[in-house]
């Protein structure tokens, strides 16, 4: 052994990432990881294995015989090139070997992984130095996404009014399409007042398709953009071609100059983010 092992070589001499090492073998990701790279690694410890097993009602004999799935999930536990505790893009979305995307923030001194399906897992060591990379090790196996925008928005009791007008206006088949974009959720409180707001019956404004899809399609942005890669007080076009201005408080302010408040950021899919927000947005 090399004086400075490489990746695997690293977690081969870890006990508690010896499952880790035989899912890299089962995967045929030996070759890979021990190869120049560079790579960063997130290895997830046993304990956090058996927890996943706990999770997918998994044997891990099964597991490990679910070739693309574990390779699926393996890669997404590793980046190309060397990324050290003190170079992570914090709260920024950071794209691993297999897809997809998460992010990592700080909580005090602690670093917490957001992934795929916005479970949060704890790194709870870092900079591990490997001859072709960097470890750090995770308490958790973090797991790609595996619903798009639209399943997300069905799944979440608050947000049925805006299923209903997307249905109505449509766009159902866009919203699950590749991406990515951001969208800008508006509550089912949001649609009540803005239904006061205009003097209209819900079933006026879904019957209104043409006002509705311009509607909702200046809540989506063309692009994945997490909160802390918002442009602060700047003007960010809208599929629909008008701009909105996100300001230093996180409030939207639409074209009409009404603002909206954030209610809650970064919730992850398949093809980019929702953000919930208390106010539905109008075009001029």
């Not at 092992?5 to 089962?26: D, H, I, W, Y």
């Amino acid at each position: 052994m090399p004086l400075v092992p490489n990746v695997v070589q690293s977690a081969q001499g870890k006990p508690e990432l010896s499952v880790f090492v035989e899912a890299v073998n089962a995967a045929d990701l030996n070759a890979t990881l021990q190869g120049s790279g560079p790579y960063t690694v997130f290895a997830p410890t046993n304990d956090a294995f058996s927890a996943l097993l706990r999770e997918l009602g998994l044997t891990k004999d099964a597991l490990l015989a679910n070739k693309p799935l574990l390779t699926t999930v393996l890669k997404y536990h590793v980046l190309s090139g060397t990324v050290r505790k003190s170079d992570i893009p914090l709260g920024k979305a950071i794209v691993p070997l297999a897809g997809g995307f998460f992010k990592i923030e700080a909580e005090g001194s602690a670093l917490k992984v957001t992934d795929g399906r916005n479970r949060v897992t704890n790194v709870i060591s870092t900079d591990g130095a490997a001859l072709n990379g960097v470890m750090h090790t995770v308490d958790r196996v973090l797991l790609p996404a595996n619903q798009d925008i639209v399943q997300t928005a069905q799944a979440t009791p608050s947000l049925s009014i805006l299923v209903e007008a997307v249905v109505a206006a449509g766009l159902v088949e866009t919203l699950k399409g590749p991406g990515p974009y951001t969208v800008f959720a508006p509550t089912n409180n949001a649609f009540v007042a803005l239904l006061a707001e205009l003097g209209l019956t819900k079933d006026a404004l879904l019957a209104d398709t043409a006002l509705l899809a311009k509607v909702l399609t200046y809540h989506v942005l063309p692009a994945r953009v997490l909160k802390a890669e918002i442009p602060l007080n700047t003007p960010v076009a809208t599929v629909q071609g008008q701009t909105i201005v996100v300001n230093g408080s996180l409030q939207v302010i639409d074209q009409r100059g009404r603002s909206s408040g954030i209610a809650a950021t970064d919730i992850f899919n398949t093809n980019g983010v929702v953000h919930v927000i208390d106010k539905v947005l109008l075009p001029s």
